[in-house]
């Protein structure tokens, strides 16, 4: 009942709802896993899975079982983490949750510095939206996730990284060419958001924090802008916007770090838009891996 291959089973078939969706996964014939399944079931004398409901339920012993799997899971990273120490980083993973922008704009150069000193151990990037990278840390599948606070749950240890500050790109047209030349100006001039009344403007899909602050800024100046894309990333709104679509939202560092072809031209907002605090967040008892406390430190280089 304690085998990793019995418990990571379980695992899967909870979160697929389906044994063949799981089978896949696992790498496994369906009828191996089903027998895997009713074997661990003999054992405790009870059913795991109501294979009446599709997707399969767990029973309230499944829910049990699920509960202490999850712990073993989390004993057994944890144990792979602190004996990975004492090979003074020759060897080991290290697991970094991030999201797609980020992992193009920060994680870049210091994925490449510490490959260099640290050619040994082999560095994985779960890109993910913030719900999964939440629960990626709780179950200790990843060493730290980049998320910006708020981190409300108590259940997570952070490490501040920066602060980012929202931008508006602009495609390059006649009258930012007659203003402030063929060259972008630093520091970034400043320009208030009641400019993009009835502008062609590119912005982010519902329940995104950069749709969130347009709205706000929308609020604020009672500017309505001409929506002509909902893009799903702020790197898909900034490539657009290069290529004259429109106006959008972005951030410094993806301003400053992205590998442009033809950048936009960027100003600051002349009205207050709270920084967002980039951290390092894991989990509230997790070991942080000596693997993962140098990588930590070329971060706060960036």
């Known amino acids: 009942m304690i085998d990793e291959h019995e418990w990571k089973s379980v695992l899967q078939v909870a979160a697929d709802g389906s044994f063949s969706a799981a089978a896949r996964h696992l790498f496994v014939s369906q009828p191996s896993l089903s027998q895997c399944i009713k074997k661990i079931e003999a054992e405790l004398g009870t059913k795991l899975f109501d294979r009446s409901q599709t997707p399969l339920k767990l029973t309230a012993a499944g829910e049990i079982y699920l509960k202490n799997a999850k712990i073993i899971q989390h004993l057994k990273s944890e144990m792979v983490k602190q004996t990975t ?4 980083l020759k060897a080991g993973v ?31 990037v779960h890109e993910h939206p913030v719900a999964k990278l939440m629960e990626d840390i709780l179950n200790g599948s990843v060493d730290f996730a980049l998320l910006y606070e708020p981190l409300d749950d108590g259940s997570y240890q952070k490490i501040h990284l920066l602060k980012e ?26 320009i ?24 706000k800024l929308c609020q604020m100046t009672k500017a309505e802008p001409d929506i002509v894309f909902e893009a799903n ?53 997790q070991h942080l891996s000596e693997a993962a406390k140098k990588f ?4 706060k280089k960036e």
């Open 85 to 88: 120490d004492l090979q003074h």
């Open 165 to 190: 500050k929202t931008l508006i790109a602009m495609p390059w047209s006649a009258w930012i060419e007659e203003e402030y030349g063929d060259k972008q100006v630093y520091p970034y001039p400043k």
């Open 94 to 124: 290290l697991t970094i949750g991030s999201s797609r922008t980020r992992s193009s704009c920060f994680l870049k150069r210091p994925l490449i510095e510490f490959h260099r000193k640290y050619p040994g151990i082999r560095l994985v």
């Open 192 to 215: 208030s958001f009641a400019k993009l009344h009835n502008q062609p403007f590119i912005t982010l899909q519902k329940g995104r924090r950069m749709n969130e602050i347009y709205e």
């Open 296 to 299: 930590l430190e070329l971060l």
């Open 233 to 285: 990333s702020i790197l898909d709104a900034a490539e657009y916007c290069a290529e004259g679509m429109g106006a959008a939202l972005v951030t410094d560092m993806l301003a400053e770090n992205w590998n442009w072809k033809t950048a936009p031209f960027f100003f600051e907002i002349e009205e207050p838009v709270e920084e967002r605090h980039l951290v390092a967040a894991f989990g509230k008892n």
